[in-house]
């Protein structure tokens, strides 16, 4: 069965209090302009039944609950008024309510994932793919009601505003005031991006797998870290090591590969900047590189977690400070994307064997917790990608509903994905693609 959405109404949420002049033009920081996609984008789902009169009176109560918070996060009110800057304009957050033709354990029994785009209004573009977001919503959110009650709240917003609490340092901690950066940022996602078939899955790893692979990976280790790798990073390395066999696989000999890990500088910031409360992209992108010496390399995945440890533990806090440096930072940021792109490893035999993945991780940030009026979430997703996209090979990270695994969305070339779901010692780790139901209902 497909799945229909039918858009039944479309408005704009404006703040409750109108913005002050002086906070009328929101400025971007330099880190905003290294995002390849310009929104982010989540769906929570929530199986909790109602009627309509029921649903009607809670999507009032949070439109009003958006109204008011709007007056403190009043960027999400405005308009992209140009890629340095937004206009807060209070004009309002997009809200749609659609009508979705199945019942939410329908779709969540064995969800397709490319039709999750249906519940979310904007398109999955690149930046740099993009021909213009002048007057665009920074903030884009859409209600989906489901026959039987369900509902499914999809958030898009600008990417480079993402939030926890009001404060808005990032421009005066990293100012800028002139588009080198996002131009050379576009030249470099530029080369990388690329049309093709693509496929999504999802691969959700128990806690227990993680401890066992985290056990072997500690016991192989010359020196024992005093801080053991996270579950993340065990993974993260995972992962990437049968990207790298999938390639082999694809390609006949093992090809250079970078890592692209995307890293939150909150946690690694001096605390009297109050970075956690701070809107603004506090990212950065640490390309991590794995050359094979022979055909017969083994992809050892104590190596790979050893490199990626260690790499993740050189963004500190000196870091930061340099990169809050006019030049120092300049020099770090353009040798950063000279890596992304692929031209600065030794050996380099060109972008065509080149390798890339790119990694995102949502773990510890809570995205169970919203409770919107209709209880917390059940399933937290974000969404599958068509075939056709202009893309890189990725992969997101996701927290299970209970902290109990990691949901892993996957996104390769078909050729790629084809090695992966086949990888019978990946299987023994890892659940391809299980309903969410059964996942949230118990406990991995």
């Not at 009001?166 to 530029?190: E, I, M, V």
């Not at 970075?275 to 603004?280: D, F, H, T, V």
């Not at 299987?427 to 139901?437: E, F, G, M, R, V």
Request: aromatic fraction near 10%; proline fraction near 5%; hydrophobic fraction near 40%.
């Amino acid at each position: 069965m497909e799945v229909k959405v039918e858009i039944i109404s479309r408005e704009d949420i404006r703040p409750s209090s109108p913005t002050p002049s002086h906070l009328r033009t929101f400025k971007h920081s330099l880190l905003d302009q290294f995002v390849p996609f310009p929104h982010a984008r989540i769906i929570l789902f929530y199986t909790t039944s109602q009627n309509l009169s029921e649903f009607s009176k809670r999507l009032e109560l949070f439109k009003q609950s958006l109204s008011e918070i709007l007056t403190q996060f009043y960027p999400f009110a405005g308009k992209i008024k140009d890629d340095l800057s937004i206009d807060c304009n209070d004009e309002g957050a997009n809200l749609v309510v659609a009508k979705v033709n199945c019942p939410i354990s329908k779709l969540l029994k064995k969800p397709d994932l490319n039709s999750l785009n249906k519940f979310i209004q904007t398109k999955t573009t690149p930046y740099f793919e993009e021909e213009t977001m002048i007057g665009a919503h920074v903030i884009n959110i859409q209600v989906n009601v489901f026959d039987c009650g369900g509902i499914a709240i999809g958030f898009s917003f600008l990417h480079r505003i993402i939030l926890t609490e009001p404060n808005f340092a990032t421009n005066s901690l990293f100012p800028t005031s002139t588009l080198h950066f996002r131009d050379l940022s576009r030249k470099t996602w530029g080369s990388i991006f690329r049309k093709g078939k693509w496929v999504t899955r999802r691969f959700v790893f128990k806690n227990s797998a993680i401890a066992t692979l985290k056990a072997q990976v500690v016991a192989k280790l010359k020196n024992h870290p005093n801080t053991p790798p996270t579950r993340v990073q065990i993974v993260s390395a995972l992962l990437w090591r049968y990207f790298m066999a999938a390639s082999k696989d694809q390609f006949g000999t093992q090809r250079p590969s970078i890592l692209i890990n995307t890293l939150n500088l909150r946690r690694r910031m001096e605390e009297s900047l109050h970075p956690e409360n701070s809107i603004g992209n506090f990212l950065w992108l640490t390309p991590l590189e794995h050359m094979s010496n022979s055909k017969d390399d083994e992809l050892r995945l104590d190596e790979l977690v050893s490199k990626l440890k260690k790499s993740i533990e050189q963004v500190d806090k000196d870091l930061v400070a340099r990169l809050q440096s006019d030049e120092e930072g300049s020099s770090i940021i353009e040798n950063a994307l000279r890596k992304i792109s692929g031209e600065t490893w030794s050996n380099n035999k060109g972008d065509e064997a080149l390798e890339r993945l790119g990694i995102t991780s949502w773990c510890n940030f809570g995205v169970y917790d919203f409770d919107f009026g209709w209880g917390k979430p059940m399933w937290v997703s974000t969404i599958g990608f068509e075939s056709n996209s202009v893309l890189m090979n990725m992969l997101i990270l996701i927290d299970t509903k209970f902290k109990d695994g990691i949901e892993a969305w996957v996104t390769l070339d078909e050729e790629k994905m084809k090695h992966l779901v086949s990888n019978t010692e990946l299987l023994t780790y890892a659940t391809l693609d299980p309903s969410p139901l059964a996942v949230s209902n118990s406990r991995l």
